[in-house]
């Protein structure tokens, strides 16, 4: 008896070691786990373009990714332009994050790069941006949406600086460690940057105020702990002169000011598969041996 229950404790031994082995052979022969994840938007879910929009969206991954802020007093080409809102759904763009989520934590949680910019006025002092105000939602399914209503996207007269909405902070983020990172605030309020002379705001003898500029929101307004989906609904009207394609909101990026990464599973390739399978098998055999 005795005999027999040490040989069990072997085969069980040896059964342990081979699903190690196995298990290590799955996890190697597997691609690496998914690379960390960034802060920005990951996906383009759904676009729609309204009147005179188009621009860009050749390739819509532009507004995936870090923003191209191109400062102050200049618009990025790095965008898409969602054209003016002339129908229900026209004018629109739907974005996910999934390798990360943002998450509601102290102050905005994103920021929202469009390419509006500062016209120069009279004396070359700053004058009121040239904004093309959108409106902007959030949800965490992509089903039930929650509007960050204050925006008075309806309101042509709202302007210049149309309060709650995106599009209209200059973007002062690019990509480069020349310029701050795109989760980093700006706190200067837009009407601070406006009637100042322009040689104070830009190098070499001046400066642009801290952040990364673009518009800011914070989930908390809406009583939300996180989003995945951020919608970008683009105003009816625009504050200047209209293209061909290029009216309405030009988006350049989203980012999660606060940001959650989604945790990554290791992922196993199909031979890896195949032996935990066989694992799971010989595991089965091993255990309904001593019954037998
Ligand atoms: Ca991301
Ligand atoms: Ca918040």
């Known amino acids: 008896m005795r005999h027999r ?19 290590l052979a799955a996890l190697q022969g597997s691609p690496p786990a998914s690379a960390a994840s960034d802060p920005y938007a990951d996906e383009v879910v759904s676009y729609t373009a309204g009147l005179q929009g188009g621009f ?6 532009v507004v995936l990714g870090p923003p191209q802020g191109a400062g102050l007093f200049q618009g990025s080409l790095d965008v898409v332009s969602l054209g003016l809102a002339d129908a229900p759904g026209r004018g629109e763009i739907v974005l996910a994050f999934r390798d990360n989520r943002v998450v509601d934590g102290p102050g905005a949680d994103l920021t929202v790069f469009e390419n509006s910019f500062l016209e120069i006025g009279a004396g070359n002092l700053s004058a009121a941006p040239f904004a093309e105000p959108g409106l902007v939602s959030v949800s965490q399914d992509g089903q039930n949406w929650h509007v960050f209503s204050t925006c008075p996207i309806g309101d042509a007269l709202a302007g ?19 310029t ?4 980093e605030q700006s706190t200067t309020p837009i009407e601070d940057l406006v009637g100042v002379p322009i040689l104070d705001l830009i190098p070499p003898s001046g400066a642009p105020p801290a952040g990364a500029g673009g518009d800011s929101f914070d989930l908390a307004e809406l009583g939300l702990g996180w989003a995945r989906y951020v919608k970008i609904q683009s105003a009816s009207f625009a504050t200047g002169p209209v293209g061909a394609n290029n009216a309405g909101f030009d988006l350049d990026a989203v980012v999660a000011i606060h940001s959650s990464p989604e945790l990554a599973v290791p992922a196993l390739s199909s031979a ?12 089965g055999a091993g255990l309904r041996r001593p019954g037998r």
């Open 180 to 183: 701050p990172p795109a989760w």
């Open 160 to 178: 210049p600086y149309w309060p709650g909405c995106a599009g209209i902070y200059p973007v002062l983020s690019d990509p480069t460690p020349a």
């Open 272 to 283: 890896g598969r195949a032996l935990v399978v066989l694992l799971v098998g010989a595991l």
């Open 5 to 23: 229950s040490r040989r069990l404790e072997t085969e069980a031994t040896r059964l342990l070691l081979f699903a190690a082995a196995l298990l």
């Open 56 to 61: 860009g969206s050749g390739d819509l991954a």
